[in-house]
């Protein structure tokens, strides 16, 4: 099995900053792609951002400018760096790894961590 851990989480003022890490262990062969999602109350869940094994990146545009994903593959890390942080990106964030398999790969979940921005 896999494990992912969240950290980094909190309560921040509009236009501050949060770095979030999620470190993945357990199991583990390789990861192909690794993300970061969001959902806040009443919403549906969505994808903040995702990066490949290789470093392609995409980002929901309503982030775009103001976060940045990265990941360290020797330390199975992905990192979201928020800046420029607005109420509206108030949530519960989610890291997710697609981790392969044999046969395909599965998808794991953390726990989630809860991000507030607000005054």
């Known amino acids: 099995q896999v494990q992912l851990v969240e950290s980094g989480g909190g309560l921040v003022q509009p236009g501050g900053s949060l770095r979030l890490s999620c470190v993945a262990s357990g199991s583990i062969f390789s990861i192909n792609a690794m993300g970061w999602y969001r959902q806040a109350p009443g919403k549906q869940r969505e994808l903040v951002a995702a990066?490949?094994?290789?470093?392609?990146?995409n980002y929901v545009d309503s982030v775009k400018g103001r976060f940045t994903i990265s990941r360290d593959n020797a330390k199975n890390t992905v990192y979201l760096q928020m800046n420029t942080l607005k109420p509206e990106d108030t949530a519960v964030y989610y890291c997710n790894a697609d981790v392969k398999r044999p046969v395909g790969s599965i998808r794991y979940w953390g726990q989630g961590t809860q991000v507030t921005v607000s005054s």
């Open positions: 990066i490949t094994r290789g470093g392609s990146i």
